[in-house]
């Protein structure tokens, strides 16, 4: 096995909170992302509250999910928010024209979010149409949706079902407005972002946050013209960055399983990226903002790979193995390192879309080793970060290279300490010496994920494959603790 060091600082000089919106999920109408993965109608035989899949209502209450993003992605930019309320048998049937022309009946609309979110748990992250709708008729939504009784607007939602207001946390203006958006110019964006956010308004007791559209990867172009014009209109700024190859030709070739060891470091190692992603937008947002006012916000995140065969290349339906479990706790100590400015993400996308937490077919749902990950961060939620320092050996298969150990280690709500490790090695373990500096906890347990093989997922027939198991080998000796991964694991450890 090959040996790796961490030292954790249990009493850093300042304190950083690790939000809990950066456990966000996302949820486009897009494919069975909504219909089928999360509404299938009252009627359905499949169990259900309301028309929710039942399953996976609890799936996400278990997690404490922070906040949903809804309606989209591209499809916000197309979405007129009329079509979606009243009678569901009075609701026009429009065309999905970003994925695959199939045909959208409107049957989740906005108050079937509210009351999804409600029952969840989760705040409300709504993404509003800029590219092709016009600042009233964003602003009429926030009123349908948060004003108090009294007003038409309040009004026609109570008829509609719901005489209380709702919450709104997060206001997205635009999605992508670079590409789907719009194809805007960063500067005609910029302005247009002020113009929305001076109208896209809900009672200033809901505190949302304005979240401007933000750019891909590391266009720091865009972050810069952003942040110089519209900086003092928003409290937000998104970030696109998908583990995915950069060339869409190469998109095809990349397989959620049945890939070697030159693949599974190929994908980690573009998971990695988003620490120099992150660490190059922070850059010029301090440059603007200096105090961090405005958050960073990564509303689009995971794993991108080839469809699976046999389903629709347009609905984005992809297998998940141990490598996106992976790629999501190696994610998380990333947003961790960079938590100050890092205030929100949204892994794209919550069910039977890209790096899913959940797959359904008919009645059946499996949680996905995805699911697992954030199942066994949950407890990190809006803990502080305790400063962590990795001292790991590279792995190197073709030409890609990833470090071994990922790690990151917070104090909770509850006052436990909690310490991720990951092993990314596919076939060794890691014996790790932790130091724990400024900690007086004595007592250490745990739980671990990992899987037979590099592409181990869960399956209908197999629906437990890959889940957390508890971890006992952790030995913890005044303030040294050692512990040894095995291949291809995340380690989850509570120390009291
Ligand atoms: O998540 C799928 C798509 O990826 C979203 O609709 C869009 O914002 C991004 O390009």
């Not at 359905?44 to 996976?56: A, L, Q, T």
Request: proline share 5%; net charge negative; aromatic share 8%.
């Amino acid at each position: 096995a090959a040996a790796d060091h961490v030292t954790i600082d249990g009493a850093p000089r300042t304190k950083t909170v690790l939000d809990r919106h950066i456990f966000g999920q996302f949820s486009e109408q897009l494919g069975r992302g909504i219909e089928d993965g999360i509404w299938v109608g009252p009627d359905s035989r499949i169990p259900n509250i309301d028309g929710f899949r039942r399953d996976v209502v609890e799936g996400l209450k278990a997690l404490h999910v922070s906040d949903i993003r809804w309606p989209g992605g591209c499809f916000a930019d197309e979405y007129h928010w009329r079509d979606g309320i009243g009678p569901r048998d009075r609701r026009p049937v429009r065309t999905n024209t970003n994925w695959g022309d199939t045909t959208e009946d409107n049957a989740f609309g906005t108050q079937e979010f509210m009351r999804f979110t409600a029952l969840v748990g989760a705040d409300r992250y709504l993404a509003v149409n800029l590219g092709s709708a016009s600042p009233s008729e964003g602003a009429e939504w926030l009123q349908y949706i948060t004003a108090p009784h009294g007003s038409t607007l309040a009004n026609e939602r109570s008829t509609n079902g719901d005489p209380q207001p709702w919450t709104v946390s997060m206001i997205g203006i635009g999605n992508e407005l670079w590409g789907c958006g719009g194809t805007m110019e960063a500067g005609y964006a910029a302005d247009l972002t002020r113009r929305y956010a001076t109208f896209l308004k809900v009672p200033d007791s809901m505190h949302a946050l304005k979240i401007a559209s933000g750019p891909y990867g590391d266009d720091t172009a865009w972050t810069e013209t952003m942040m110089r014009h519209a900086s003092d209109q928003i409290d937000g700024l998104s970030l696109h960055f998908y583990t995915m190859p950069k060339d869409w030709k190469h998109v095809a070739k990349s397989h959620a399983t049945g890939f070697d060891q030159t693949d599974w470091t190929r994908v980690l190692s573009m998971a990695a990226q988003m620490d120099t992603v992150l660490s190059a937008q922070e850059r010029v947002m301090d440059k603007y903002d200096p105090s961090r006012r405005v958050a960073l916000i990564v509303d689009e995140w995971g794993t991108w790979y080839e469809p699976e065969p046999g389903t629709n290349p347009h609905w984005l339906f992809q297998q998940n193995t141990i490598r996106d479990a992976l790629v999501a706790s190696t994610t998380f100590d990333i947003f961790a390192r960079h938590a100050a400015r890092v205030r929100g993400a949204n892994i794209a996308q919550m069910v039977n879309v890209l790096q899913a937490l959940f797959l359904t077919d008919g009645a059946t749902t499996i949680r996905t080793p995805t699911y697992w990950a954030f199942d066994l961060y949950k407890n990190d939620q809006g803990g502080s970060v305790l400063p962590t320092r990795v001292t790991t050996h590279r792995l190197t298969h073709g030409s890609w290279s990833i470090e071994a150990l990922s790690a990151s280690a917070v104090r909770g709500r509850d006052g436990v300490v909690r310490l991720a490790l990951t092993n990314t090695d596919p076939e060794q373990s890691d014996a790790v010496d932790v130091s724990l500096s400024g900690l007086s906890e004595r007592n250490v347990s745990g739980r671990i994920l990992t899987g037979p093989a590099m592409d181990a997922r869960n399956t209908a027939e197999h629906p437990d494959a890959v889940r957390p198991a508890p971890f006992e080998s952790a030995v913890l000796s005044g303030n040294a603790l050692q512990v040894t991964l095995p291949p291809r694991s995340v380690v989850m450890l509570e120390l009291r």
